[in-house]
Antibody, heavy 118, light 109 residues
Framework: QVQLVQSGGEVKKPGASVKVSCKAS????????ITWVRQAPGQGLEWMGW????????NYAQKLQGRLTMTSDSSTSTAYMELRSLRSDDTAVYYC???????????WGQGTLVTVSS | EIVLTQSPGTLSLSPGERATLSCRVS???????LAWFQQKPGQAPRLLIY???GRATDIPDRFSGSGSGTDFTLTISRLEPEDFAVYYC??????????FGGGTKVEIK
């Protein structure tokens, strides 16, 4: 069965970086892109960006450009999201999801809570 | 950037009633790329509807999606206790940036 398993929660200080992993199983990894979405406490869903796991092409939300990098490793079927220069308003649950470009995001990871606090 | 506006913000209904949720898009989009998600507290979103009206795998047929252009609707024909949750519409596809609506909370009256 399709599964996306994310790395564990993180606590970071303002200005630091965080890298969240998303390990996929149960399907052919290069056949579907990976979308990253975040959700601040008590708030709605925010689209962060998408990566093609086939060729590494990316699309990022404009507000995160310059701080966000998405990568993927087909040898381990794992996608990564790195966010730099963290601020308190980056505190959120970060989700990875399969698809999100030509197909809707049908499988989601369990979420990773990133807390940014001094 | 395309903006998705969901209404109402909160819908108070009883089990067995019909729920009608609206998603208005700021510019005409292809219904091919309009989805609906359900989210319960502490859980990841769950895909309900893709392509405006296609039901995702294992989604009960009481959930239906419709609409085109700038106006889309999610209908739950008869609310079950497990349907009380927050619902988001989402424009996905090949023209980023992609966006979510602000959500509609369906609560027990």
């Amino acid at each position: 069965q399709v599964q996306l398993v994310q790395s564990g929660g993180e606590v970071k200080k303002p200005g630091a970086s965080v890298k969240v992993s998303c390990k996929a199983s149960g399907y052919t990894f290069p056949n579907y892109g990976i979308t990253w979405v975040r959700q601040a406490p008590g708030q709605g869903l925010e689209w962060m960006g998408w990566i093609s796991t086939y060729n590494g092409n990316t699309n990022y939300a404009q507000k995160l450009q310059g701080r966000l990098t998405m990568t993927s490793d087909s040898s381990t079927s794992t996608a990564y999201m790195e966010l730099r220069s963290l601020r308190s308003d980056d505190t959120a649950v970060y989700y990875c999801a399969r698809g999100g470009r030509t197909v809707a995001s049908d499988y989601w990871g369990q979420g990773t809570l990133v807390t940014v606090s001094s | 950037e395309i903006v998705l506006t969901q209404s109402p913000g909160t819908l108070s209904l009883s089990p067995g009633e019909r729920a009608t949720l609206s998603c208005r898009v700021s510019q005409s989009v292809s219904g091919t790329y309009l989805a609906w998600f359900q989210q319960k507290p502490g859980q990841a979103p769950r895909l309900l509807i893709y392509g405006a009206s296609g039901r995702a795998t294992d989604i009960p047929d009481r959930f239906s999606g419709s609409g085109s252009g700038t106006d889309f609707t999610l209908t739950i024909s008869r609310l079950e206790p497990e349907d009380f949750a927050v619902y988001y519409c989402h424009h996905y596809g090949t023209s980023p940036p992609l966006t979510f609506g602000g959500g509609t909370k369906v609560e027990i009256k």
